[in-house]
């Protein structure tokens, strides 16, 4: 009896033991063809996605964190984008948004101005002011008399010799009383503020404040600055600004529409959260200085969107401005109409 309770046992072990092996098969089996089905379902999404590819005006900074920040959290992804952060080339983003190689991308009023007016417009258009206010201007070591423009007279400012510069420069400096062709205008090689004006290579340098004011501030740096827009109003023009191409938008205006939602989500946040955006910032571009972007950071989260409501929005009345200066002056080839290079049509409420 034990003898066949014994076999009984062998037998009964091994009928549990193919069972267990079938349920194993089958379990895996199913497992299989739901990994399978939800690798085909992740592809699908991927595939459904519009893909967008966005370039830089410079290497990645402060200027860009929202951008970092909607890609970083998902916020593209969610709109059903997938976008691709690039680099910009030697000629500029305009030429690549204007060939369409990349749908948006970052530039400037003042230097966008050839690629939407005159001969050679391509179809790019400003969507978006990154920054709501101009916030550049003339930046040199403290007590050295250049905090106002007639100041500059005597004195060595790197310039790009570019016309719409030297206007600029020409105006603010005799509004002051001063005579520009006394200041002495030396071909810009500056690459490090802080080492260009502590080496006196140069004594007045063009900068945006927001990067390279703060990042002599980081420095222990003393200065003296003024901005233009303080200077006259009708330098109060946007820099730096989203550019889109036109065609592409007209073609695609739900894209248009949920890729700027998205980029207005992301810069939101690096308002509320300055900590926590440039701590993305860094992670997509680790070469940063950390101390330099956390307080370039905490300063742009006051000027993103600064004293409007709706992030983004470009007012016409600004815009047109600066091109109109820049016609009474002569500083293009052709007459440039209003609204010219920029619409609100895209932007979110």
Known sequence: MKKVKKILAVVLTGVLALGIAAGCASKKSENNSSSAASTEKETEKTAEKTKISFVLDWTPNTNHTGLYVAKEKGYFSDAGLDVEIVQPPEDGAEMLVGANKAQFGVSFQDSMLPAVAGENAMPIEAVAALVQHNTSGIISLKGKGMDKPKGLE?????????????????????????????????????????????????????????????????????????????????????????????????????????????????????VEQPDAAADILM???????????????????????????????????????????????????????????????????
């Open 154 to 270: 005597g004195k060595k400012y790197a310039t790009w010799d570019l016309p719409i510069e030297k206007a600029t420069l020409k105006q603010v400096v005799e509004a002051d009383g001063g005579d520009f062709s006394k200041v002495q205008l030396i071909p810009s090689t500056v690459t490090d503020e802080v080492s260009a004006l502590q080496s006196g290579s140069v004594d007045a340098i063009w900068i945006f404040y927001g990067w390279a004011g703060i990042a002599t501030e980081v420095a222990g740096l003393e200065t003296d600055y003024f901005a233009f827009k303080d200077i006259d109003p009708v330098f109060d023009y946007y820099t730096p600004v989203i550019i889109g191409n036109t065609d592409w938008m007209k073609a695609n205006p739900d894209a248009a529409k949920d890729f700027l939602t998205a980029l207005k989500k992301g810069y939101e946040f690096a």
């Open 283 to 349: 992670k997509n571009a680790p070469e940063l200085d950390e101390k330099l972007v956390r307080a370039s950071q905490k300063y742009l989260s006051k000027e993103y969107k600064s004293d409007v409501s709706r992030w983004g929005y470009i007012d016409p009345e600004r815009w047109n401005n600066f091109y109109r200066w820049i016609n009474k002056n002569k500083l293009f080839t052709a007459e440039i109409p209003d609204n010219t290079g920029f619409s609100n049509e895209y932007l979110p409420e």
